[in-house]
């Protein structure tokens, strides 16, 4: 992982020069379309305040909840495109392009991706007195029964959510859907048996996992986690699998490319630092370094499945 961040950092430095201005000159502003002590505002208030080491200015966390992260995303969206006034989000980005017919912006044209922040490794966790044991025994019940195996989610429309159908299209099973207000409901009915199960980020899960409570059956990563060398990747049983919980940082749309550099950098810098590592292992999250042209192309490829899995679903705004 150190070895990819110090080749990103490379790279970015042999990119286009940041122009001898005083970006920024004032305090920059970071929307973040969700509650205050979200895993997405926790990260970002972690990395921007890192990033902005050196800066001679402060960075301003201003969260912005509402309509599933869109009211603060539009607000950044009418912002003056002068990298004064940040969007730090996620993967929620991607899906209420999918989820929503009418938004007050573009996902895609409105926004210039700056950084990519983490990830969020997911886990297939289900109850022990279940009976199932393994990837594989699940899929043998869902196909034995169609229908009568359930999945949690903390809401219609989320990761999570999104998450749980595209391990339904990618085995071909036939798992009904429940949805909750929020991921401690979804939990506790996991555990007593009331859902068969559901797929949270692995550090929401991990300490259920240790404590007995939940049996991990896969984590959604390419390969096996670290923290769970035993659980296998779902991808061992359906090859090309995997699904993820990621964040990053979105400037407006026509911000100077001298600015969005800068950013960048100061990005890939920021996750380089041993205390910000920690920071992250502490939420099981792992840094994720990208070119702001690397990051364009990967929300376009994460917006585009989500469109597809929402239309094959039939997943819809709640």
């Not at 502003?29 to 990260?43: E, F, K, Q």
């Not at 986690?225 to 990621?246: C, K, N, Q, R, Y």
Request: aromatic residues 6%; contains cysteine; glycine residues 10%.
């Amino acid at each position: 992982m150190k070895t990819m961040v110090l080749s990103c950092i490379a790279g970015l430095v042999a990119a286009t020069p940041v122009r001898a201005d005083t970006y920024p000159s004032k305090p920059v502003r970071i929307v973040v379309p969700l509650s205050a002590g979200s895993g997405m505002d926790i990260i970002a208030r972690w990395v921007t305040q890192r990033m902005a080491d050196g800066w001679g200015q402060p960075v301003v966390v201003d969260n912005r909840p509402g309509a599933g992260g869109t009211v603060g995303t539009a607000l950044i969206a009418k912002s003056k495109p002068d990298g004064h006034s940040l969007l730090a989000s996620g993967s929620a980005h991607a899906t209420n392009a999918a989820l929503y017919h009418s938004l007050p912006y573009d996902s895609l044209g409105d926004f210039t991706p700056v950084a990519s922040f983490a990830s969020l490794v997911q886990v297939l966790v289900i109850a022990p007195s279940a009976g199932v044991r393994t990837l594989p025994d699940l899929m043998a019940a869902a196909k034995a029964k169609p229908g009568a195996l359930t999945f949690a989610s903390p809401g219609a429309g989320t990761g999570v959510h999104f998450t749980g159908e595209k391990f339904k299209l990618a085995t071909g099973i036939d798992a009904v859907h429940v949805p909750f207000k929020g991921g401690p409901e979804a939990m506790t009915d996991v555990m007593m048996g009331r859902v068969t199960y559901w797929i949270p980020s692995l550090g929401t899960a991990l300490p259920l996992i240790r404590g007995g409570k939940l049996l991990a059956l896969g984590v959604t990563g390419r390969k096996r986690s670290s923290v769970l060398p035993d659980v296998p990747a779902i991808a061992e049983s359906i090859p090309g699998f995997e699904s993820t919980l990621w964040f990053g940082l979105w400037a407006p749309a026509h911000t100077p490319g001298s600015i969005v550099e800068k950013l960048a950098k100061d990005a890939v810098r920021a996750l380089a630092h041993p205390a910000l590592l920690d920071q992250l292992g502490s939420l099981v999250a792992d840094p994720m370094p990208m070119t702001p042209a690397e990051f364009a192309r990967f929300v376009r490829d994460e917006t585009q499945t989500t469109v597809r899995i929402a239309r094959v679903a039939g997943v819809k705004a709640q």
